[in-house]
């Protein structure tokens, strides 16, 4: 928690050095279980709530904090349902195509522990319209911090999306993407597909819900402990 707010703290200071106010946005997720969201590699079996704050700049510029926690008592702290997200990046446009890039500190699940057994992880998000859909870009590069008991690795992965608005109160989202895993933290290298479907209902200009959210993951040429799963979520999102 005190990571947490001094991190908050540096937001805000940020804020002020940058000069322009800007928008902030507070989010939350309740899920099933958590898997990563670029593999499918299942973290924790553990039903978990992962709150999200994010602080965006006109010029692109933005700071993100995330955290996860399990639903349950008593749940060890050493399972990954506990985990504490750092993060800064940049979104916007070039040549008609949404990048977003960032760079984000995983602390887990050894909480306030910087260096025990954490990753930085750097991601580059890129995506172009065509015709009725957008085709999308992604890659993952997780580099274990020295001493971890992790291994780092990366993934590249391709897919489609789109999102369509019904009455100016309901949008579906809708995205599937294969991602190829070189095989890090002694997984098998080979392809998974993530399919997600959500619907979003608008309740004020600036509160909206989440319900319901599902994510499908499917291992194509891996052959680890991934198996076709399905993680149901709920969320909100208020804009402040």
């Given at each position: 928690m005190k990571n947490i707010i001094a991190f908050i703290t540096l937001i805000t200071v940020f804020a002020q050095f940058v000069g322009a106010k800007p928008s902030v946005t507070l989010s939350a997720e309740a899920s099933t279980r958590y898997f990563t969201f670029?593999?499918?590699?299942?973290?924790?079996?553990?039903k978990v709530i992962q709150p999200?704050?994010?602080?965006?700049?006109?010029?692109?510029?933005?700071?993100?904090?995330?955290?996860?926690?399990?639903?349950?008592?008593?749940?060890?702290?050493?399972?990954?349902?506990?985990?504490?997200?750092?993060?800064?990046?940049?979104?916007?446009?070039?040549?008609?195509?949404?990048?977003d890039v960032s760079l984000t500190y995983y602390d887990e699940p050894s909480l306030g522990?910087?260096?025990?057994?954490?990753?930085?992880?750097?991601?580059?998000?890129?995506?172009?319209?065509?015709?009725?859909?957008?085709?999308d870009f992604e890659y993952g590069g997780y580099t274990a911090v020295k001493g971890s008991s992790h291994e780092g690795g990366h993934i590249l992965s391709v897919g489609l999306s789109k999102e369509i608005d019904y009455q100016e109160r309901l949008s579906i989202g809708s995205s599937t993407k294969f991602a190829y895993d070189d095989g890090?933290?002694?997984?098998?290298?080979?392809?998974?597909?993530?399919?997600?479907?959500?619907?979003?209902?608008?309740?004020?200009?600036?509160?909206?819900?989440?319900?319901?959210?599902?994510?499908?993951?499917?291992?194509?040429?891996?052959?680890?402990m991934r198996k076709t799963e399905v993680v149901w979520s709920m969320g909100f999102e208020i804009k402040l």
């Open positions: 670029d593999s499918g590699a299942p973290l924790s079996d553990e999200n704050l994010n602080v965006a700049w006109e010029n692109g510029l933005y700071l993100n904090v995330f955290a996860s926690r399990p639903l349950a008592r008593n749940v060890p702290k050493s399972d990954f349902s506990f985990e504490n997200d750092f993060g800064i990046g940049w979104a916007g446009e070039f040549d008609y195509w949404s990048l522990k910087f260096g025990a057994d954490d990753i930085w992880f750097s991601n580059l998000k890129a995506s172009h319209g065509f015709g009725p859909v957008n085709l890090g933290f002694g997984l098998d290298n080979g392809f998974v597909s993530i399919t997600e479907l959500e619907a979003k209902w608008k309740v004020t200009k600036r509160i909206s819900i989440t319900l319901p959210k599902v994510a499908l993951y499917v291992p194509v040429t891996v052959r680890d």
